[in-house]
């Protein structure tokens, strides 16, 4: 995927969209600086002061099982969000998805807009279903999810929510 430049209603900007480059730390460790104590807590499903360097190298990668894409506000040098899927190792036709948007951006539509190109992406690399682990308490991404999923299996148990579609 080449960049992608959509417009943002809610923000009247542009939102440009495009992978991100393997390896690509500073990216990562720029947006997640951008994410306030609850919505770390939220994505990573506990406290989250710091990510390791480890954790940097994880989230970064991006091959053929790790898809990556970061959103970037017109005007804004630092990322606003990111969405990524993993296609499970086991059986190549489904993948876990995750994303999150910075405290600034949260409530714009720009997660939507990115996941929404997240999902294009994973249907043309043969990815057809697709599951995400989020906080019950996280009623944006659960919101966020059921719009762009197509009739959702939703699975609560606890503090944890399983959201499963074909796509």
Known sequence: MHTEVLRNRKLGKLISIRMLDNGDAATVAALFDRLGPVS??????????????????????????????????????LPAA?????????DHRAG??????AD????CG??????ERLL????AAGIVEVEALVQTSN??????????????MVRV?????LVAATV
């Open 40 to 77: 770390r807590e939220r994505r990573f499903h506990a406290a989250k002061p710091r990510l390791t360097s480890n954790e940097l190298v994880a989230l970064s990668r991006v091959d053929e099982n790790h898809h990556v894409l970061v959103a970037h506000v017109d005007g804004d040098p």
């Open 96 to 101: 876990e998805l995750a994303f999150e948007v």
């Open 120 to 123: 294009a992406d994973a249907r």
């Open 110 to 115: 720009i997660g939507m807009q990115l996941v």
């Open 139 to 152: 009623r944006a991404a659960l919101v966020l999810l059921r719009r762009v999923l197509r009739t959702p």
């Open 104 to 107: 600034v951006y949260q409530g």
């Open 82 to 90: 990111m969405a990524r899927i993993v296609r499970n190792t086991h």
């Open 157 to 161: 148990d606890g503090a944890e929510t």
